[in-house]
C-alpha cells in the first residue's frame, strides 16, 4: 500500500561535514525510499550562502534557490524535520577566502569592502556580514535545545575509554580573565513592561549625536543588556598577563569565539595582537595601514600581504616579528610543524572546543618547540570563565577523570528567537570616539546607557519572554524523565542572570516539582556540584543560556568521550517542528586538508547516524509512518554494532575511513531490516542486499582502501565539484552496484 509522504530535509554544508554527505547520502536514500520518506537536500554552505546573496552580478545560469532562506521559513513550521551538519561560522578571512575562490570559479562577485567609501560598497559590505559569523545557527535555532551523549555512545566509551593525560596537583596552568572594567564588570540588565520600540545612539563628548542603530521593536516582558568592554583595561590586561606568561615560563594562548561573536570577538582578538607585537606596530603601522592590515584579520593575514613587499623590507618585517617572540611569552601552537600560532587566523582557535582539549591534555598545550607545556590560558571576559578554572581545580586536586566509570551530563539550552547571542548582532559597536551609548525608546525614554572611550566595545542583547518560559518546560519536562538533580546556571549577582532567575522562579510555579531536584547556582557552583556526580559515575542535567550551551556541550563530551561530535542534540522548534544537529565541525578544515594529501576522510559521520534515527522515529509519530520507526529501531541497533565493531574512521592512511565507516553502516542496517518481521516488505528488500553486503565486504573494503595515499580531488575549498566530489566519495564500484538494486 502506498505509504504518506514523510519529508526529512538533510543539508548540505561546508568541509569534510559535506565531503562526507557524496557518500552517505544515496545510502540514507536507497534505505528509505520504499518506506515513503523523501530525502530532500538543501543547500546552506558558505559558497552557496554568498551565491544566492549576490544573485544579481551573476549569470542567469549561476542562479541558486537562497537555501537558509527556505530553511528560516520551514523552521517556523510544525512539519519541519531537519537534519543540520556543521556549517562554516565564516570569520572575515574565510570570508574574503571564499569570495577569491568563487572568482576564480567564475563567479562575478563583488570583493568585500573593510573600509565602503560609498552607498554600493556599504551595501556590498553589509550584505557579506549577514553572511559571516553563526548566521545559520540565530536563522534555524527557532527553538531550544536538549543536548546529550546517547547510551549507545557512552557504553561503547567505557569498554574502550579515550586517553586522557594525567594531572599534576602542581600544574600552573590557569585561565586568566579581567576583574573589572570587562563585559560582566559594566553589564546593565532590565525586564520590559510593554512593548516598546528603541534606537541606539551616540551622544559624543562634544555633543554631536549619531545613530548606531535605527528604530526597532522590543517585545513586553523582553529581558534586555547593555554592557561594554573597556579598550584601555582590556590592553593593560594583556600586557600584565604576557609578563606573568613569560616570568612563569608559560604558554600564552588567548580563547576566543570570533566564528559566534563575530563582531566583538575578532576586535579583541587584534587587540591582542597589537598588544603582543607593540614594537611591530609602532615601527610598521603605517606601512601596515598603507597595505590594509588589520590586527583582527590575524598573522596569517599580515604575512600574506606582507608577502607583496619589496623582499627587503618583508624581511625586515619578518625580523622585526621574529624579535619579538624571542622576547614575549611563547605562543601556544595550532599547527607547531607549520609554524601556525594561537594568533593567525581569529577562527582557529574556538574557546568551546580549544580549552577542553587542553584539559584533556593534563592542561598542557603544544608550544613552538613541538613540546606541550603548562598554559596560560586567557580568556578576557570573565563571565563565563570560573567555569574552566573550576575544571582545573578540581582536576589538580582530584585527578583526571576515568572514562570507564564518570557519569553524564545533559544540557537544556536557551537559544529560541536569537536569544543571548552576544557579540554578533547588528547591536555590537566599537566605538571611535568618547561619550555615551544610550538604548533610548521613541519617546526619550531611556532604558540603559553605558559611558564609552574609543576603541571600546559596546554590545546589547535580548532574551524574549516566550523562549524562556519553554526553556524552563523544557527543563522541568527532562527532570521528570530522567530522574536526576537539574541545576539552572544561573548567578543573582550578574546583572542578566538576575532578571532571568526571577522568570525561571515565577515559570517553575507552574508545575509541580516537589518531587524533584531543581536548583538554580551560579556557575561556577554548578560546575563544581556537577563535576563531584560526574566522578561518583551520577548523571546531572545542566540548563544553561546560550553561551554555556556552546561551551558545556563541547567540554563535556569531549571529557566522557573524547569528542562533542558524537553527541546528539535535538532542537525543539517553537512552532512543533524539531531541528536535529549532528555534532562539532571544529576539527573539518584539518580532516580537508588530510584528503587534499592522503586521500584519507577521518571525518566520524555518527552524528549523523544519530540524528537520522532521531528524526525517523519523530516521522513514525508525526506522519503516523511504521515503517519509519522500523527503520529507525534497526538504525540504531546497527549504530550499537557499529561502535562494539569499532567501525569508525582511522587517522591514519590506510586504514578504514569516512567511506569505509559508511559502508560498515549500511551492512549492518541492512542485516537488522532483514532480521525484523514487523514489515515483510521490508524484510524481503533487504534480505538480498544484506546477503550481498556481507558476502562481498572483502573485496568493498580493498576497493575503498586502495584510493588512498594519494591526492583527493573534490574541486575547491568551498565550492565542491560535485562530479568530482561524489567520485572521490564512491569509489566502490562494487558497494554502488548494491545499494542501488
Known amino acids: 500500500m502506498p505509504r504518506q509522504k514523510s519529508t526529512i530535509v538533510y543539508t548540505m554544508t561546508d568541509e569534510a561535514p559535506a565531503l562526507s554527505t557524496y557518500s552517505?547520502?544515496?545510502?540514507?536514500?536507497?534505505?528509505?525510499?520504499?518506506?515513503?520518506?523523501?530525502?530532500?537536500?538543501?543547500?546552506?554552505?558558505?559558497?552557496?550562502?554568498?551565491?544566492?546573496?549576490?544573485?544579481?552580478?551573476?549569470?542567469?545560469?549561476?542562479?541558486?534557490?537562497?537555501?537558509?532562506?527556505?530553511?528560516?521559513?520551514?523552521?517556523?513550521?510544525?512539519?519541519?524535520?531537519?537534519?543540520k551538519l556543521p556549517n562554516i561560522s565564516a570569520s572575515l578571512p574565510q570570508i574574503k577566502m571564499a569570495i577569491k575562490e568563487l572568482q576564480e570559479r567564475g563567479y562575478d562577485l563583488p570583493n568585500y569592502s573593510e573600509e565602503p567609501v560609498n552607498y554600493l560598497e556599504k551595501n556590498?559590505?553589509?550584505?557579506?556580514?549577514?553572511?559571516?559569523?553563526?548566521?545559520?545557527?540565530?536563522?534555524?535555532?527557532?527553538?531550544?535545545?536538549?543536548?546529550?551523549?546517547?547510551?549507545?555512545?557512552?557504553?561503547?566509551?567505557?569498554?574502550?575509554?579515550?586517553?586522557?593525560?594525567?594531572?599534576n596537583s602542581n600544574s600552573k596552568t590557569h585561565i586568566s580573565s579581567m576583574s573589572s572594567q570587562d563585559f560582566l564588570d559594566n553589564e546593565q540588565s532590565i525586564t520590559l513592561n510593554g512593548k516598546t520600540e528603541v534606537t541606539i545612539k551616540l551622544t559624543t563628548t562634544n555633543g554631536s549625536i549619531r545613530v548606531l542603530k535605527e528604530l526597532f521593536s522590543l517585545q513586553d516582558q523582553e529581558i534586555i543588556d547593555a554592557s561594554v568592554m573597556k579598550k584601555s583595561a582590556l590592553v593593560d590586561f594583556f600586557k600584565r598577563e604576557m609578563i606573568d606568561a613569560k616570568e612563569k615560563e608559560l604558554l600564552f594562548s588567548l580563547h576566543m569565539k570570533?566564528?559566534?561573536?563575530?563582531?566583538?570577538?575578532?576586535?579583541?582578538?587584534?587587540?591582542?595582537?597589537?598588544?603582543?607585537?607593540?614594537?611591530?606596530?609602532?615601527?610598521?603601522?603605517?606601512?601596515?595601514?598603507?597595505?590594509?592590515?588589520?590586527?583582527?584579520?590575524?598573522?596569517?593575514?599580515?604575512?600574506?600581504?606582507?608577502?607583496?613587499?619589496?623582499?627587503?623590507?618583508?624581511?625586515?618585517?619578518?625580523?622585526?616579528?621574529?624579535?619579538?617572540?624571542?622576547?614575549?611569552?611563547?605562543?601556544?601552537?595550532?599547527?607547531?610543524?607549520?609554524?601556525?600560532?594561537?594568533?593567525?587566523?581569529?577562527?582557529?582557535?574556538?574557546?568551546?572546543?580549544?580549552?577542553?582539549?587542553?584539559?584533556?591534555?593534563?592542561?598542557?598545550?603544544?608550544?613552538?618547540?613541538?613540546?606541550?607545556?603548562?598554559?596560560?590560558?586567557?580568556?578576557?571576559?570573565?563571565?563565563?570563565?570560573?567555569?574552566?578554572?573550576?575544571?582545573?581545580?578540581?582536576?589538580?586536586?582530584?585527578?583526571?577523570f576515568d572514562p570507564t566509570t564518570m557519569g553524564s551530563i545533559f544540557n537544556i539550552g536557551l537559544m529560541a528567537k536569537k536569544a543571548e547571542e552576544?557579540?554578533?548582532?547588528?547591536?555590537?559597536?566599537?566605538?571611535?570616539?568618547?561619550?555615551?551609548?544610550?538604548?533610548?525608546?521613541?519617546?526619550?525614554?531611556?532604558?540603559l546607557e553605558q559611558d564609552v572611550e574609543e576603541g571600546d566595545i559596546f554590545r546589547m542583547c535580548r532574551v524574549q519572554d516566550t523562549p524562556i518560559r519553554d526553556w524552563v518546560k523544557l527543563a522541568v519536562k527532562q527532570a521528570f524523565s530522567l530522574s536526576i538533580p537539574t541545576v539552572f546556571w544561573l548567578d543573582k549577582n550578574r546583572a542578566h542572570d538576575a532578571q532571568i532567575i526571577k522568570k525561571v522562579e515565577l515559570y517553575l510555579l507552574e508545575f509541580d516539582t516537589a518531587s524533584l531536584d531543581i536548583r538554580i547556582?551560579?556557575?561556577?557552583?554548578?560546575?563544581?556540584?556537577?563535576?563531584?556526580?560526574?566522578?561518583?559515575?551520577?548523571?546531572?542535567?545542566?540548563?544553561?543560556?546560550?553561551?554555556?550551551?556552546?561551551?558545556?556541550?563541547?567540554?563535556?563530551?569531549?571529557?566522557?568521550?573524547?569528542?562533542?561530535?558524537?553527541?546528539?542534540?535535538?532542537?525543539?522548534?517553537?512552532?512543533?517542528?524539531?531541528?536535529?544537529?549532528?555534532?562539532?565541525?571544529?576539527?573539518?578544515?584539518?580532516?580537508?586538508?588530510?584528503?587534499?594529501?592522503?586521500?584519507?576522510?577521518?571525518?566520524?559521520?555518527?552524528?549523523?547516524?544519530?540524528a537520522l534515527a532521531s528524526s525517523l522515529e519523530h516521522l513514525s509519530i508525526t506522519k503516523s509512518n511504521k515503517n519509519a520507526r522500523i527503520l529507525s529501531d534497526a538504525l540504531n541497533k546497527a549504530i550499537t554494532q557499529f561502535l562494539d565493531d569499532d567501525r569508525s574512521p582511522s587517522r591514519k592512511v590506510g586504514e578504514l575511513d569516512n567511506r569505509g565507516s559508511h559502508y560498515y553502516l549500511a551492512k549492518y542496517w541492512a542485516d537488522k531490516l532483514a532480521r525484523q518481521n514487523l514489515d515483510l516488505d521490508l524484510k524481503k528488500k533487504f534480505t538480498p542486499i544484506a546477503k550481498a553486503l556481507s558476502q562481498n565486504e572483502e573485496s568493498i573494503i580493498s576497493e575503498l582502501n586502495n584510493v588512498q595515499g594519494m591526492t583527493g580531488d573534490f574541486g575547491g575549498r568551498y565550492l565542491f565539484d560535485a562530479t568530482k566530489a561524489s567520485i572521490l566519495m564512491r569509489p566502490s564500484s562494487l558497494f554502488n552496484a548494491i545499494i542501488n538494486m
Open 24 to 83: 552517505l547520502l544515496p545510502i540514507i536514500k536507497f534505505f528509505t525510499i520504499s518506506s515513503g520518506i523523501n530525502i530532500e537536500v538543501c543547500d546552506i554552505s558558505l559558497a552557496s550562502r554568498i551565491i544566492a546573496s549576490f544573485s544579481s552580478y551573476l549569470k542567469k545560469e549561476q542562479h541558486i534557490t537562497d537555501g537558509l532562506k527556505y530553511l528560516a521559513k520551514l523552521v517556523k513550521t510544525p512539519e519541519a524535520n531537519i537534519i
Open 124 to 167: 556590498i559590505k553589509s550584505t557579506y556580514d549577514r553572511i559571516k559569523g553563526s548566521a545559520v545557527n540565530q536563522l534555524l535555532r527557532d527553538g531550544n535545545s536538549i543536548r546529550f551523549i546517547p547510551l549507545s555512545v557512552k557504553n561503547y566509551a567505557r569498554k574502550n575509554p579515550h586517553s586522557i593525560g594525567k594531572w
Open 258 to 400: 570570533a566564528s559566534m561573536m563575530k563582531i566583538s570577538d575578532p576586535i579583541i582578538f587584534g587587540y591582542a595582537i597589537e598588544t603582543y607585537y607593540s614594537s611591530v606596530f609602532k615601527k610598521y603601522g603605517n606601512k601596515f595601514k598603507q597595505l590594509g592590515i588589520k590586527p583582527s584579520n590575524g598573522l596569517a593575514d599580515l604575512y600574506a600581504k606582507i608577502d607583496l613587499l619589496p623582499t627587503s623590507e618583508k624581511n625586515e618585517i619578518k625580523s622585526a616579528i621574529e624579535i619579538v617572540h624571542q622576547t614575549q611569552p611563547q605562543l601556544a601552537m595550532v599547527d607547531s610543524k607549520l609554524g601556525i600560532t594561537n594568533f593567525h587566523v581569529p577562527s582557529d582557535v574556538i574557546i568551546d572546543a580549544s580549552i577542553p582539549g587542553m584539559l584533556r591534555a593534563s592542561g598542557k598545550m603544544l608550544g613552538p618547540n613541538h613540546e606541550f607545556k603548562d598554559t596560560k590560558a586567557v580568556i578576557p571576559d570573565s563571565t563565563y570563565s570560573g567555569v574552566y578554572q573550576t575544571v582545573i581545580d578540581f582536576c589538580k586536586k582530584h585527578g583526571a
Open 422 to 447: 552576544y557579540g554578533s548582532h547588528d547591536t555590537t559597536f566599537v566605538l571611535n570616539t568618547s561619550g555615551t551609548v544610550q538604548v533610548v525608546s521613541n519617546s526619550g525614554f531611556v532604558f
Open 521 to 610: 547556582l551560579k556557575p561556577s557552583d554548578a560546575c563544581q556540584f556537577s563535576l563531584i556526580r560526574m566522578k561518583e559515575g551520577l548523571d546531572t542535567i545542566s540548563v544553561t543560556g546560550n553561551v554555556l550551551r556552546d561551551y558545556l556541550t563541547d567540554l563535556f563530551p569531549i571529557l566522557e568521550v573524547g569528542t562533542s561530535a558524537k553527541m546528539l542534540s535535538i532542537i525543539h522548534l517553537m512552532n512543533g517542528g524539531v531541528l536535529f544537529e549532528t555534532g562539532s565541525g571544529g576539527c573539518a578544515p584539518k580532516h580537508m586538508q588530510q584528503v587534499k594529501t592522503e586521500n584519507h576522510l577521518r571525518w566520524d559521520s555518527l552524528g549523523e547516524f544519530l
